[in-house]
């Protein structure tokens, strides 16, 4: 079961961003459908720990993206890219607790992050982009 869709409205208008974003989104189902499949154990947390990373190196490309272009509301965008790494970072540590996650709880957290952030933030910055 796919936990989260590419939708247009959630494209920002930069091309390599917008790849990133499919892209992140396709290894957070591949996420989703491990915890279905295996509800711990060192590989999820790895595959977890690599999703981390390669969200952040995405957060990185967007944040230079506007930082190129002299993007007015950055600071929030930025903050708001820390508390998605700052939730991660979160369940990674309770996972390394030992403690089982729960993927509907995963898929909660992630599909509001994902649907607030790319209906607020994504979407400013995208008539931004385009101005």
């Known amino acids: 079961m796919t936990l989260l869709e590419w939708r247009p409205q959630y494209s920002v208008g930069v091309e390599e961003v917008d790849h990133e974003h499919r892209l992140m989104i396709g290894l957070i ?3 989703h459908e491990r915890l279905g499949q295996e509800r711990s154990g060192e590989r999820v947390e ?5 999703i981390h990373a390669d969200i952040a190196a995405h957060f990185a490309l967007e944040e230079k993206v506007m930082r190129d272009r002299h993007y007015d509301a950055l600071a929030a965008h930025k903050a708001d890219h ?3 790494l700052d939730e991660l970072r979160e369940m990674m ?5 030992g403690a089982v996650l729960i993927d509907e709880r ?3 957290r992630l599909s ?3 649907g607030g952030h790319f ?3 994504d ?3 995208h008539k931004y982009l385009q101005a």
């Open 106 to 108: 995963l898929g909660a």
């Open 112 to 114: 509001a992050w994902f």
């Open 123 to 125: 979407a400013r910055l």
């Open 93 to 97: 540590d309770e996972m390394a607790a």
């Open 119 to 121: 209906q607020t933030h």
């Open 82 to 84: 820390e508390r998605l």
């Open 46 to 50: 790895e595959f977890f720990a690599e």
């Open 29 to 31: 189902n591949s996420l």
